[in-house]
């Protein structure tokens, strides 16, 4: 049976009856449409492009490309003792981000350092690099490209607890090696060179007592606020933050108590790039 709609002649349809063109047009616009919206309210809508065969899921100690360090968990105090010591308010060199807290953290797997472009390239086939540098750390990816690359190995990014204590100990080191001031056989920053990036456990000096490299320099590392939930918690400007400092970073900003907040959405940069974390007791719920 037949009936027009601005003067356009449409098929109605019955069960067992033919199916006009029209309703199979819109069908299509509707699935289209849909995938649209579902994309664009996803938690990773700046993710990856094409997928090539995927990183192995769980702890990376099945990783043979970034090794997973287990962290004993414990208690220790956060920020620095002299956060009252205010160089110029507003100033990058303030301190009063860096009050002093007591954390307790449950013990957790870290990546050894952090994921390189081979890595990436694993879950982003058309991620592209230059020739020679498959063990520099990823960099230009945004908080929420990182996020994804987490989740995709059943993992997340770490905590600014978590972060900072891989970095300090239960004694509260300085920096990610102790608390000898930086140099550069210890860390690539921004009295070194080159300018710009390089392999990934270059700096041998520079790792902590527990194994983990590449904590300070480098480049810096996407992380999260302790109050943090992927897939739960809403994502805004304080939901990104970055530790560590980078080969662009003064001493100053390669201490572990450093922070970083308040970026905004789709940021990223040539010298920020992230590493994996997953709880002992395996993947979050």
Not at 108 to 134: C, I, K, L, S
Request: with cysteine; proline share 10%.
């Amino acid at each position: 049976m037949a009936f027009s709609y601005n003067g356009a002649v449409l098929m109605r349809f019955a069960p067992g009856g033919p199916i006009a063109p029209g309703m199979i047009a819109l069908a299509g616009v509707i699935v289209i449409c849909g995938y649209a919206l579902v994309r664009w309210m996803g938690f990773f809508t700046d993710g990856p492009g094409d997928v090539a065969t995927p990183p192995p899921s769980g702890p990376g100690v099945v990783d043979p490309l970034n090794r997973a360090i287990l962290i004993e968990g414990g208690t220790f105090i956060s920020g620095s003792d002299d956060w009252d010591t205010i160089v110029a308010p507003g100033s990058p060199y303030s301190k009063r981000d860096e009050y002093p807290r007591p954390r307790t953290v449950p013990s957790f797997w870290m990546q050894e350092h952090e994921v390189t472009n081979e890595e990436y390239r694993r879950f982003d086939a058309g991620h592209a690099f230059p020739g020679g540098e498959e063990r520099h750390p990823v960099v230009n990816v945004t908080w929420r490209e990182a996020m994804a690359y987490a989740v995709s190995v059943g993992g997340s990014l770490p905590t600014e607890a978590q972060w900072e204590f891989a970095a300090r100990g239960p004694e509260r080191r300085k920096y990610p090696w102790g608390n000898s001031e930086p140099a550069c056989d210890r860390v690539h920053y921004g009295s070194c060179d080159p300018r710009g990036p390089i392999e990934v456990m270059a700096r041998r000096e520079g790792a902590t007592p527990e194994g983990i490299y590449d904590l300070a320099g480098n480049v810096a590392e996407w992380v999260t606020p302790i109050w943090f939930d992927p897939g739960r918690t809403p994502v805004n400007d304080d939901s990104r933050r970055l530790r560590g400092g980078s080969f662009l970073s003064p001493p100053f900003a390669l201490r572990a108590a450093d922070r970083v907040r308040y970026l905004r959405s789709g940021f990223q940069a040539e010298d920020v790039g992230f590493r994996v974390v997953w709880p002992l007791e395996g993947a979050r719920d």
